[in-house]
């Protein structure tokens, strides 16, 4: 994983010190006893932090000083944050397999989960993936356990799928809950319902999460132009109202997040080579990369467009081996703390639902990863999820 290697000698550190470059990179130190434990860290600047590790001994100082320790560096170049914490991570997985989660501080992230193997499905909140054969489905990554509860919460005031957690063992004679006294649950605990049309309730859940919330926009569009048509204007009212209440809670659905086994997307990071950049693909919560992409002069380009370029490295991309549920939340911790950072470095494109990409859109992105700008404002889209181009151009 680590490309370059540098013998240290502490009589020649001069040398070494001038051979290790000034820039961004991951690093490995080794001892002289190759069962001793390795020195692992990332840094903006490594001919620096050898100085500071490597150098001669100041003296009355406590700073980490390994230059009588250390025999062989070991790095790799890297050109952003993600990059590097992305390396660094799997670095730190291979030298120390029991500790390295510690040592990444892993906040794992929040997830809407929906219980499709329950006789009566729920949705509920977590950040554990459990078994990845399971019938279950999972939406995310989302910033928080607080804007994940609020977003499905308020998801789920549109429809009368159960709120509770229990096993249910339907009995007519349970007295219900508050949510089935307020005709927000079909009350399938009472056989307030027949399974059909609780499962008929669950499907359009399923639907709203997995569109983004699309398919109930199009169902209360449908609805109130039907009441509309059929001059039941009082309804169509009231429907109308309903829709406006329903967009900012599909307001609250950042981009980032989907149906994890349709996860699909294309990171876009700054290259640590001159007129490059650095792609990273995710496939269903796992992070693939890195592969280095370059900016060709237009007179070598012009056989191929940079639309085909593109996709010739997506496809470039080995098909994502299965992963342990563990490792994938990793991946998605990494991603997380990324993505809903203040201020970050790079793009992201995210493919629709039949795995298409928005060629365009990522090519203007390339443009202005490489130029240091920030991403794009997005205007407004077709469809949440649907992976379209945007209908204002920037």
């Given at each position: ?9 502490p009589?020649?550190d001069a040398?070494?010190?001038a051979?290790?470059p000034?820039?961004?990179a991951?690093f ?6 190759s069962?001793?434990?390795?020195y692992?860290?990332?840094t903006a600047?490594?001919?620096r932090?050898?100085q ?26 890297t050109g952003?944050e993600?990059?590097s ?26 997830l ?11 949705a ?13 489905l ?7 356990r ?11 005031d ?11 063992h339907?009995?007519?004679?349970f007295?219900?809950c ?8 079909l ?10 049309e ?6 359009r ?6 569109s ?18 059929n001059?039941?204007?009082e309804?169509?009212?009231?429907i109308?109202v ?8 599909i ?35 796992k992070?693939?990369g890195?592969?280095?992409?370059s900016?060709?002069?237009?007179e070598?380009?012009?056989?191929q ?9 997506l496809d470039?991309?080995q ?6 549920a ?7 911790a ?17 493919a629709?639902?039949k795995g298409?990409?928005?060629m ?28 379209t181009?945007t209908?204002?151009e920037t």
């Open positions: 994983m680590l490309t370059e290697r540098l013998e240290f000698v009589e020649r040398e070494v010190f051979a290790a000034a820039a961004p991951v490995l130190l080794r001892g002289k006893d069962q001793a434990e390795p692992v860290s990332k600047n490594l001919r932090r050898l500071r590790l490597l150098g001669l001994v100041e003296e009355r100082t406590r700073k980490l000083n390994l230059r009588d320790r250390i025999r062989s560096i070991e790095y790799s170049s952003s993600f990059e914490g992305f390396l660094l991570y799997r670095i730190l997985r291979e030298a120390f397999p029991k500790t390295y989660g510690n040592r990444m501080r892993f906040r794992f992230a929040p809407v989960k929906l219980h499709l193997e329950n006789e009566y499905p729920r509920s909140i977590t950040t554990r993936l459990g078994r990845l054969k399971s019938r279950n999972f939406y995310g990554p989302f910033q928080s607080a804007a994940a509860e609020t977003f499905m919460n308020d998801s789920l549109f429809f009368k799928m159960r709120r509770c957690v229990d096993d249910l339907p009995d007519p004679k007295p219900g508050i949510y089935s006294e307020m005709k927000m649950c009350a399938p605990c009472f056989k307030g319902c027949t399974d059909q609780y499962s008929g309730e669950v499907n859940v399923q639907a709203y999460f997995d983004g919330g699309e398919s109930l926009v199009r169902e209360f569009s449908a609805q109130r132009d039907a009441a509309s048509a001059l039941q204007f309804e169509a009212a009231a109308h309903r829709l406006e209440k329903l967009k900012p809670t307001n609250q659905f950042p981009e980032i997040v989907r149906r994890l086994d349709r996860f699909s997307a294309l990171i876009v990071q700054p290259g640590h080579v001159i007129d490059s950049v650095t792609f990273f693909r995710v496939d269903g919560g992070i693939s890195p592969a280095p992409f900016i060709q002069a237009v070598h380009a012009k056989s467009s940079m639309e085909s370029r593109v996709q010739a490295v470039s991309f098909p994502a081996k299965p992963r342990p563990l490792e994938i939340m990793e991946h998605l990494l991603l997380k703390r990324w993505y809903y950072r203040g201020h970050r470095t790079g793009e992201i494109f995210l629709d639902d298409v990409f928005p365009r859109r990522i090519v203007r992105g390339i443009g202005r990863v490489l130029r240091g700008e920030g991403p794009e404002e997005i205007g407004e889209t077709r469809s949440h999820h649907g992976g181009e209908q204002r």
